[in-house]
């Protein structure tokens, strides 16, 4: 179920990395902007287009940590 994948107790489920470098950020024009829509659920929540493509949202609360931990500067 879409429940098991996204608590990770699927066992051929995984979860998709994005890594940036944080050094990068502030330096690359148009970075923190194309991480922040990465981020955003039009991207990977539940209704994205990703979504159409089998992805399977995390969990509400971990979406928005990660984009809350973006936003202080923190890795993820």
Do not use: C, N, W
């Amino acid at each position: 179920s879409t429940e098991t994948i996204a608590s990770g107790k699927y066992p051929v489920s995984r979860p998709l990395f994005f890594y940036v470098k944080k050094a990068h950020l502030g330096v690359v024009p148009g970075l923190k902007e194309y991480v922040e829509f990465f981020l955003d659920d039009q991207m990977v929540g539940p209704e994205s287009p990703l979504a159409e493509y089998g992805l399977v949202a995390a969990p509400d609360a971990e979406r928005q940590a990660q984009r809350d931990a973006f936003a202080a500067g923190k890795s993820m």
